[in-house]
């Protein structure tokens, strides 16, 4: 149990962006035999073989076609997770000069808790795109030491400042960088100069601040682990650690690593792009199906939609369904919700149900309290997309969206092993 979460922690402190995350799944990949696919490219595909293939840098498929059971006999094992995370991104303008300090200009990325940012340590990583000698390139970087902080302004400036948490996210949330003695900004300079590029050459960027505190085990027994994006890099990790342990089932399975589900998924590397299709199509054109035997195939197929689940919190008990009580370390949870925030049908629990229970794999069920409404996922999305029976699951987390959240330890071991015999 511990080494599968050591494992998730080395992750997690390595890919503070999904263009890390890919790159850090591709490595893992590629270690376990899997050969990259291009998109543009013609496709040769063996049985048996892993393969995997990368959209624009932020989105990761994999997939093996099994010979033991190949689609048209039992469909695909689907499994989708997304790992991008709500936080803030910095603005083409970077940063002002004001009142003797060099403060970043942000937009909120996504559903974030604006209050869990401020008096942290915060660094930044990402992408920037360059002129070089070969046309356009671009390199990713990550600073990988704190360099900003946002204050809050002290109780005796702002007297009532525990009495809402709600800020100006233009004047307010700025971050200090530094201190110029000219009145220039320095921080892009800097930032270039890790990249190893000139300023004068960069085109365009995409950068994030994230929380510079490493990923720690918290509790007397570190049964608890506290970390930057637990929602959804944990469930995109065992999904990968799962295709890679050498322990998977015999199935024919794909799987989607998904970008910017935290602001809707309508983008090229989100769930509502044509991935899902054009990757599954694909494959089964290659394997010599017609389009008739796509259609059984996917009638055949299952999605397991991974995306974390909230538990119970103990203080906040009356937000909570008092019958279906969902808490950390006591394994996957299943979501339902009748109009259809997450896909889970009465079928398709019934399948996950089996699965758990064939495979010593203890699982929870959460549902909305009836006077409130939950989050949605990618797994209605990918239901309506392929037409197919669609799970949401996920591993109970609390804090969810906070710049730090906080989960259950062996719960990252459970969601693994769930993976491995699913798919």
Same mark, same amino acid.
């Given at each position: +149990?511990?080494?599968?979460?050591?494992?998730?922690?080395?992750?997690?402190?390595?890919?503070?962006?999904?263009?890390?995350? +890919?790159?850090?799944?591709?490595? @893992?990949?590629?270690?376990?035999?899997?050969?990259?696919?291009?998109?543009?490219?013609?496709?040769?595909?063996?049985?048996?073989?892993?393969?995997?293939?990368?959209?624009? &840098?932020?989105?990761?498929?994999?997939? *093996?076609?099994?010979?033991?059971?190949?689609?048209?006999?039992?469909?695909?094992?689907?499994?989708?997770?997304?790992?991008?995370?709500?936080?803030?991104?910095?603005?083409?303008?970077?940063?002002?000069?004001?009142?003797?300090?060099?403060? @970043?200009?942000?937009?909120?990325?996504?559903?974030?808790?604006?209050?869990?940012?401020?008096?942290?340590?915060?660094?930044?990583?990402?992408?920037?795109?360059?002129? =070089?000698?070969?046309?356009?390139?671009? +390199?990713?970087?990550?600073?990988?030491?704190?360099?900003?902080?946002?204050?809050?302004?002290?109780?005796?400036?702002?007297?009532?400042?525990?009495?809402?948490?709600?800020?100006?996210?233009?004047?307010?949330?700025?971050?200090?960088?530094?201190?110029?003695?000219?009145?220039?900004?320095?921080?892009?300079?800097?930032?270039?100069?890790?990249?190893? +590029?000139?300023?004068?050459?960069?085109?365009?960027?995409?950068?994030?601040?994230?929380?510079?505190?490493?990923?720690?085990?918290?509790?007397?027994?570190?049964?608890?682990?506290?970390?930057?994006?637990?929602?959804?890099?944990?469930?995109?990790?065992?999904?990968?650690?799962?295709?890679?342990?050498?322990?998977?089932?015999?199935?024919?399975?794909?799987?989607?690593?998904?970008?910017?589900?935290?602001?809707?998924?309508?983008?090229?590397?989100?769930?509502?792009?044509?991935?899902?299709?054009?990757?599954?199509?694909?494959?089964? *054109?290659?394997?010599?199906?017609?389009?008739?035997?796509?259609? #059984?195939?996917?009638?055949?197929?299952?999605?397991?939609?991974?995306?974390?689940?909230?538990?119970?919190?103990?203080?906040?008990?009356?937000?909570?369904?008092?019958?279906?009580?969902?808490?950390?370390?006591?394994?996957?949870?299943?979501?339902?919700?009748?109009?259809?925030?997450?896909?889970?049908?009465?079928? &398709?629990?019934? !399948?996950?149900?089996?699965?758990?229970?064939?495979?010593?794999?203890?699982?929870?069920?959460?549902?909305?309290? =009836?006077?409130?409404?939950?989050? #949605?996922?990618?797994?209605?999305?990918?239901?309506?997309?392929?037409?197919?029976?669609?799970?949401?699951?996920?591993?109970?987390? @609390?804090?969810?969206?906070?710049?730090?959240? !906080?989960? &259950?330890?062996?719960?990252?071991?459970?969601?693994?092993? @769930?993976?491995?015999?699913?798919?």
């Amino acid at each position: +149990v511990k080494r599968e979460c050591d494992g998730f922690i080395e992750y997690i402190d390595r890919c503070h962006t999904p263009y890390h995350s +890919v790159t850090y799944f591709s490595e @893992l990949l590629e270690q376990a035999g899997a050969q990259r696919l291009y998109e543009d490219q013609e496709w040769e595909i063996e049985p048996d073989q892993l393969y995997y293939i990368v959209r624009n &840098g932020t989105l990761l498929s994999a997939f *093996r076609i099994s010979s033991e059971n190949m689609p048209l006999e039992k469909g695909f094992r689907i499994g989708a997770a997304h790992h991008d995370v709500p936080g803030f991104r910095i603005k083409p303008s970077v940063s002002t000069v004001d009142g003797g300090y060099e403060r @970043l200009t942000l937009e909120p990325y996504g559903g974030l808790i604006h209050h869990s940012w401020l008096d942290r340590p915060l660094s930044c990583a990402g992408r920037i795109y360059y002129n =070089s000698a070969i046309g356009t390139d671009y +390199v990713d970087f990550d600073l990988q030491k704190p360099v900003a902080v946002i204050p809050s302004a002290a109780i005796h400036v702002v007297s009532d400042v525990n009495e809402g948490a709600k800020f100006d996210l233009q004047t307010e949330i700025r971050p200090f960088v530094g201190q110029p003695d000219e009145g220039c900004g320095e921080f892009m300079r800097y930032v270039a100069d890790d990249a190893g +590029v000139d300023e004068a050459d960069i085109l365009s960027f995409d950068m994030l601040l994230y929380d510079a505190a490493p990923a720690e085990y918290i509790g007397i027994n570190e049964e608890f682990i506290s970390s930057n994006g637990l929602d959804d890099c944990e469930m995109a990790y065992t999904l990968i650690s799962a295709i890679t342990s050498g322990e998977v089932a015999d199935n024919s399975f794909v799987i989607f690593i998904y970008d910017h589900e935290e602001c809707g998924s309508a983008s090229d590397r989100g769930a509502q792009s044509s991935i899902f299709t054009d990757i599954t199509e694909r494959i089964c *054109r290659k394997c010599g199906y017609d389009r008739e035997e796509f259609y #059984r195939i996917m009638s055949k197929s299952v999605v397991f939609s991974a995306d974390m689940a909230h538990a119970a919190h103990p203080s906040y008990m009356q937000k909570s369904d008092p019958n279906t009580v969902v808490y950390l370390n006591k394994g996957p949870v299943l979501k339902i919700n009748s109009n259809q925030s997450y896909a889970s049908s009465a079928a &398709g629990s019934a !399948f996950f149900k089996k699965l758990c229970k064939e495979n010593g794999i203890p699982y929870q069920e959460f549902v909305n309290r =009836s006077n409130m409404r939950g989050g #949605r996922t990618i797994g209605p999305m990918l239901s309506a997309l392929g037409g197919v029976m669609t799970v949401d699951i996920g591993n109970p987390m @609390l804090a969810m969206h906070s710049v730090r959240e !906080f989960g &259950g330890t062996t719960d990252i071991y459970y969601m693994k092993k @769930l993976f491995e015999a699913f798919l």
